[in-house]
């Protein structure tokens, strides 16, 4: 009854691209529709949970109105899919969540961090508004004092301090961290279906009304940061 989404470019450190962006896009509609399963897992292959965004991906963004249009319809469905997603959603974190990644996280219902992962949202470093989650999501977690601090600095944030910050729920040794994942969904996956289903729907009906306004603003101030100079500069720099 479990099933395990795993982000899975491990030798990019699990960096978005277009075609992971747009698998994001489709799969909680289709795990949705699967009629045996009933709790899932979101992880990340090899060392990293998600890098964030992959540069030549990034720069195509930049480049090109009708793919950046595109994606960031895409990024609003990924966001809005999983907050609708009927299935209690675990993220087994086992390394750097960051951007895009990071938002990934916080769309999940419980999350669990590997003590060598770290959240980070750089969105502004690189000329971007953080459209795709960090901006909508992050206040409904914790202060927004400290959330302006970290998408504004874009520091990281560690395992026990995102703890403490309220977005994780708890730290697990890293070896220990899937086995934990699976104990906690198959735990899960004997409660009365329909009740855990609908208790889900109703906490998460709090933050789709709390996200909409904001998430549209982000969503438009991230396509605009995406075409202007400062980011396309920044990029060039990177992958230089």
Known sequence: PVRVVTLNRPEQLNATNAEL?????????QLAEDEGAR???LTGAGRAFSAGGDFHFMTKLAADEGFRNQTLEEARTILLDMIRFPLPLIAAVNGPAVGLGCSLVLSCDLVLL???AHLADPHLAIGLVPGDGGAALWPLFTSMLRVKEFLFTGDRIG??????????????PAAELMGEALKLAQRL???PRRA??????????HIEKTVTGPLEIAIQAEAASMASQENAERVRKMIA
Do not use: F, M, Y
């Open 21 to 29: 962006h747009r698998g994001l896009s489709l799969v909680w509609r």
């Open 39 to 41: 709790v899932a897992i």
């Open 114 to 116: 590997s003590d060598q």
């Open 159 to 172: 395992p026990e301090q995102a703890v403490a910050l309220g977005l994780a729920n708890r730290v697990v």
């Open 189 to 191: 996956a004997r409660l």
């Open 196 to 205: 855990l289903r609908d208790t889900k729907r109703a906490l998460n009906a």
